[in-house]
């Protein structure tokens, strides 16, 4: 086993800096997006101009400037959130990964290699920009900014918290499911305009592959949307009780089975491994990538890695209890509110309670399309197609046929979703106790020793 | 000027035609396929050759016997030891010169050890090719330990120039053999997990099972060898059936493709040849590490530092990790070679390569280069 | 079957056309005629009892002494375990001879080098180019006398030895630190 060594310097405050940017960080942007998610409404600022400036807001001329103001700066904070957001996923993936593979990893910029993803993003920013002298210039520069309009949008629409919503649309996971869709118009026009071969195979590749798994992944989402009687992010997760029981993946049987199409059909459409087709390094070389260099590559980089994110937190939402914090029923968060222009503390409390609650979630999930990316190999293109249409399909459809049965039956027998939730939940748990038996055994006869210490 | 390759090509403009190298990620080295292909589908592929052609057959006209030998590991710098032996070899036989035991010994030990290594960057790199790269990086792991090893015993970790005309260069350094037994304790419980982890993984052998299928008589007749041969299921192994050396004092299998996956002489089988031959050649160098000690300490035979052959030719045959190595040596009773040849397997595997590649699918193309191990200087020489 | 007898049965089919067995210094060979080199790799192919059905190398050699360019055939039976060395003696000014593409498939790219490296052309080849040279190379670098034309297009492939360079510069440079010494402290060497 290698040992990792600290570079020389001065590796205490190494590790101090480290971890108080990698705390600081997170919470000035969880702060600021909580804050701004608040008061970027028209009612609460509503309220705050009539009850601490008692003014009337229907004369007051600014109302919609300071509105407008505060909505600007959420979308900046979201931006920045949802770039922070990528590479931290990418540093985290490199740690996991070089874990996998004995090796040692990200650890020379900043303690663990935690400031990497600065260091990359500054370096590609100050690369060359080069467009190739055939290529479609206007397309070619525009790609990038299709692919990051799609990976910006979706967070409006994302649930960090109870009341942490930059906008809780009525329709939310329709309109996620529909931005979602402008990544792969920009990488269809990567894929065209840069005039090379890889490149259009990576380009037509990336169009058959998402456009065929949007419908797999659209019918799995009905499946949460019946259980539910919303499109609504925040009123899915409202539907589903804090505790994993109640948790829609094991209320429902059927659910269970749509979150696995969802899941894979999520990878697919994310061009994730084993469905990475469109980029295949060794097969296309960098397929739609394969021209790009400087910013523009790591925009697409960064919306690649956030979107294993952003895949990994729309799951928990439609069916892993998205923030619901354990033995805090819907009433709480609106009693600890209390009857003030501005909420009493003991609201924000639950606030940053349910956010660190979904973050895990979709951490941990995120750690699970990590695992996968490190372990399987790449499907051919026709397999993927057969996977698409001969399997998710049909098998969307059955989800989503037995989930209108099963809403009958929990109907008349309401005990029946109570019943399903706890067994399929011990079944999970005892799967996973399984699993690690297996990873420990599998270890073992390789005459090594399960050491989770060499970080 | 007009590539007279470009004169193969269909020029009807329905099919799209591409260069599928000279620096591609699975070329494995500088090779160039014009593919043909009609979307993913290839109609063929043709292969284009000669870009690491670096004459070292005329080199071999050039240099005296022995001067040549550093020349031979860069026929096949994965294997390299293979190319010292089959030269050493012929050399030996030229001059009629019997190698002493122990030096059969040691060159059988460096060889399998090199073999293990060669073949687990074949199998390495074939399942990065598929797209997983964790067990790359893990194959590699290995083989590191392995270059450590024979560094140890000659100095060198890729291009050896360790077997010499008449012996090797030198003995086991001390504690040598403990250690490398220990090793393959280790690496014996490693092929096992290698296979956990990626052989069996059932999107692996679907996308290995029943692709690019080399029958029996097409591998004879183009001229396969090695696993790349007893992938399509022909017995055949020059260790057991022309021994050379001392492997006629060990014992291991040879093993055959059986169309584990699906069809005999597929991918897969050309691939898990390779993951069983890891484990025979571990067991003969077990075999080796034990029996060596009964050996004389005399590791050169006496050869004149002038070699000077008497005229005449000789072809002398190894099982290198890429199939029987052949070097045709005539001399003509100088103290040069009138003409040095090397026949390496990754020639003739790179001639099947456009009968075979009709009707795969791009991604097939990648699988057939890297499960067909060539290694593009062995091609070029 | 030894070599000896594989010979012995192709006198037989062939008579005068196969030549003597060398006298076996190490590896015997047997010299075979131009003309019917196809036909007698085709029965020693497929004829039972012989079927070398393994076409282990093909190469050549120049004799620029004979005025012969000599095509050898190394085959192997995988059944039999037995093998034998063909050769064929060709004209050096224009040598030609007809493939065995048709009995080996091997014998496609082997023959390809061979035309490459020593301008022998094979009639009937599906696909003679050049193999491992750019195809507007000239000369055939395996022969005795091949001469480089001194480039490729413009490229060099001659350099000069980088001692030489490195010599020149560091005279330069000592020549200078001389000067600037004024030259007191001893002559400077140019």
New interface residues.
Partial sequence: MATVTLPKGNPRTKLLVTLVVALALPVILFGAVLVLATIAKPEPVAVFVREVLHHDPATWPFTGLVYGVAAGLLTFMILNFGAVVAAVTIWWEMRVSSRMQSRIGYNRVGAGGFFQWIADAVKLLLKEDLIPADADQLLFRAAPYFVFAGFGLIFVALPFGESVIAADLNVGIFYVTAVTALVVVGILLAGWSSNSKWALFGGMRSAAQVISYEIPAGLAVMVPILMAGTLSMQGIIRAQGAWPWQWFVFTNPAALVAFVIFFIAQLAESNRPPFDLPEAESELVAGYLAEYTAFRYAIFFLVEFGNVWIMSAIAVTLFFGGWQVPGVAAEAYEAARGAGALPAPAWWGLQVASMAVFFVKTFLVMNLVIWIRWTFPRIRVDQMMNLCWKYLVPGAFATFVATLLWQILVARVPVASTVSGVVLFVGALVALVQMLRLAKQNVEAGGDQVDLSNW | MEKLILRRVDRNYEEMVLNFGPQHPSTHGVINFIVETDGEVMKRAIPDVGYLHRSIEKIGEATGYPGFMPFTDRIDYVAAMFANEGYAIAVEKLLKVEVPPRAQWLRAISCELVRIASHLIAVGTMTMDIGAFTPMVHGLREREEINDFIEALCGARLTYNYHRIGGVAFDLPEGWRDKVLAFLDRFDKFLPEFDRLITFNEIYKKRLAKVAVVSREQAISYGLVGPNLRGSGVDWDLRRDMPYGAYPNFEFEVPVGKGWAGAVGDCFDRYYVRCLEMKESSRIVRQALETIGQTPEEIMAKVPRNVKPDAGEVLSRVESARGEMAYYVVSDGTNKAYRVRARTGSFTAMSIIEDISGGLMVADLVALISSLDVVAPEIDR | MTTTEIHDRLKARFGEDVGPLSEP???A?AVVKRERIVEICRFLAKEPGLEL?????L?A??WPKNNQIEV?Y?LLS?RH?HSI?LKVQLDRAAPSIATVEGV???A??FER?VYD?FGVTFEGHP?L????????WIGH??RKDYQETGGYHGFSNVRENPLVELKRLDDVRRAEAANAAGGVDGPAKA
């Avoid at chain 3, 059905?53 to 190398?57: K, R, S, W």
Wanted: no cysteine.
């Fill in positions: 210094k190490i590896d060979f059905d393994f076409l282990e190398d190469t050699l120049d050898v190394h995988y375990r060395v080996w498939k091997t496609n790219w080098e490296l696909d180019r050049r193999i491992m040279l750019p195809d507007d670098p395996l």
